[in-house]
């Protein structure tokens, strides 16, 4: 079965990003449906993932990352209003045994993702 799992690295501090709200969003023919929403945990990380086992579909999904609430709990200074409300990076997941992680390395004025493993 697959599994998708996500973590945020704050660049700005240096460290992973705990409590970074995410949602999962499936897209299907058009519509935005929320199917998972979580933050992350003291390391950075959504554990449990955010699909895995019996919950997990293939599909194209949006994850959606709330920056800049993440920076303003952090002290983070940032543009007001803030400039990086938030991250959303639309993927597809087509293996049904996959194992998608997405791992987002996030600042208040950007954010850098890719396929981890």
Known sequence: MGRLAASVLDSVNGRPAAGVRIELYRIDSGSRVRVAATQTNAIGRTEPALM??????????????????YFATQGTPQADPPFLQAAVLRIELSEPDGDYRVPLIASPWGFNTYRGS
């Open 52 to 69: 895995e086992g019996d919950s997990f579909r293939t599909g194209r999904y949006e994850l959606e990352f709330a920056l800049a609430e």
